[in-house]
């Protein structure tokens, strides 16, 4: 099944023309924090391509634990007939970092090309066009993975430091929840990740001096400089 998949990896950029990419606000309004990520197969119309026109895998949502496996149970049920290009349109407020390096992981093994980018049907003629989507916290390391990826002007991508939550008890407080930061053993984890993936560790540097109660910004310089992606096809 996965073969027939990597048969229809190379990117099409031809079927891409007449595409339009429709800026939105920085803070995308697709996937809602808390929603797990889902998937699901889109054709892009780009005007006259009819029957022709690249069927490619849209996700959306937040990265939970089980993200990387529903992704693959969704290729093996998706992927029949050669059809389905390897294209991933992602649209992420993040999730867990873990599962983001499994998911990054699996694209790579896959070959599938990421776009930064959500599909939105037009009112008027019903056709699927992209528009502004956005990668922000662990969907980086997702990111990452993809064979080639692309993070248009529009889109947006934004890291930070990561932590997590434990739960205590005390006499006098009651249930404490405390949040807990790396000790450095993942972010040397990232690193390699990173390095491996193509991607400039740095970028991990920058996410780990970043506070955790804001996302900065990447900018195209930021994202050409430590390799993370093109601006276009």
């Given at each position: 099944?996965?073969?027939?998949?990597?048969?229809?990896?190379?990117l099409r950029t031809q079927a891409f023309i007449g595409l339009s990419l429709i800026?939105?606000?920085?803070?995308s309004t697709g996937?809602?924090?808390?929603?797990?990520?889902?998937?699901?197969?889109?054709?892009?119309?780009s005007g006259d391509c009819g029957a022709r026109c690249p069927r490619v895998i849209a996700?959306?949502?937040?990265?939970?634990?089980?993200?990387?496996?529903?992704?693959?149970?969704?290729?093996r049920?998706?992927?029949?007939g050669g059809k389905l290009h390897g294209i991933l349109l992602l649209d992420s407020p993040g999730g867990k970092v873990v599962a983001s390096m499994e998911l990054g992981q699996a694209l790579r093994r896959l070959g599938i090309a990421v776009i930064v980018a959500r599909p939105m049907a037009e009112q008027a003629s019903r056709d699927m066009t992209l528009v502004s989507g956005r990668c922000y916290s662990a969907c980086v390391y997702a990111l990452m993975g993809g064979r080639k990826r692309v993070i248009p002007p529009q889109s947006r991508v934004g890291i930070h430091r990561m932590f997590n939550y434990s739960t205590s008890f005390d006499l006098s407080e009651g249930l404490v929840r405390e949040r807990n930061y790396d000790d450095g053993g993942m972010k040397a984890m990232l690193?390699?990740?990173?390095s491996g993936m193509g991607v400039s560790?740095?970028?991990v540097n920058l996410a780990e001096r970043t506070s955790p109660d804001q996302l900065y910004m990447?900018?195209?310089?930021?994202?050409?400089?430590?390799?993370?992606?093109?601006?276009?096809?």
């Open positions: 099944m996965i073969n027939v998949m990597r048969a229809n990896m190379k800026a939105a606000a920085a803070f996937a809602r924090a808390g929603e797990e990520m889902s998937f699901r197969v889109v054709g892009l119309d996700a959306e949502g937040e990265i939970a634990e089980g993200t990387p496996n529903a992704f693959v149970s969704f290729l049920e998706n992927a029949q690193a390699r990740y990173a560790p740095e970028l990447l900018t195209g310089a930021d994202i050409a400089r430590w390799r993370l992606g093109s601006r276009k096809l």
